[in-house]
């Protein structure tokens, strides 16, 4: 197995955008599930948005209509549109694969007031 590469956090206000991306270093199209997960120090990392392979999708209730996952096979990619931010959005990004990858580094996003 092999990390997932994570990218694209930062520090944004209230009400601003952010887009992460997540690089798989194979393919990943026969991988049934691909997520968004997110950890802030002392707390567990928590399910954020998953989507299947036939582009099933699932959100944790606190971001629903706020942001959206997407995925493209043929770039290897997986996506996480982030809108109207909040600064209890503040933590560490991470994706995950449900088979072939193992965790990446995760990417910090930090929403001000």
């Known amino acids: 197995q092999v990390p997932l590469v994570e990218s694209g956090g930062g520090l944004v206000q209230a009400g601003g955008s952010l887009r992460l991306s997540c690089a798989a270093s194979?393919?990943?199209?026969?991988?049934?599930?691909m997520g968004w997960y997110r950890q802030t120090p002392g707390t567990r990392r928590n399910m954020v948005a998953t989507?299947?392979?036939?582009?099933?999708?699932n959100y944790v209730d606190a971001v629903k209509g706020r942001f959206t996952i997407s995925r493209d096979n043929a770039k290897r990619m997986v996506y996480l549109q982030m809108n109207n931010l909040k600064p209890e959005d503040s933590a560490v990004y991470y994706c995950?694969?449900?088979?072939?990858?193992?965790w990446g580094q995760g990417t910090q996003v930090t929403v001000s007031p």
């Open positions: 995950k694969a449900s088979r072939d990858y193992t």
């Open positions: 194979g393919p990943i199209e026969r991988i049934y599930q």
């Open positions: 989507i299947t392979r036939d582009g099933i999708t």
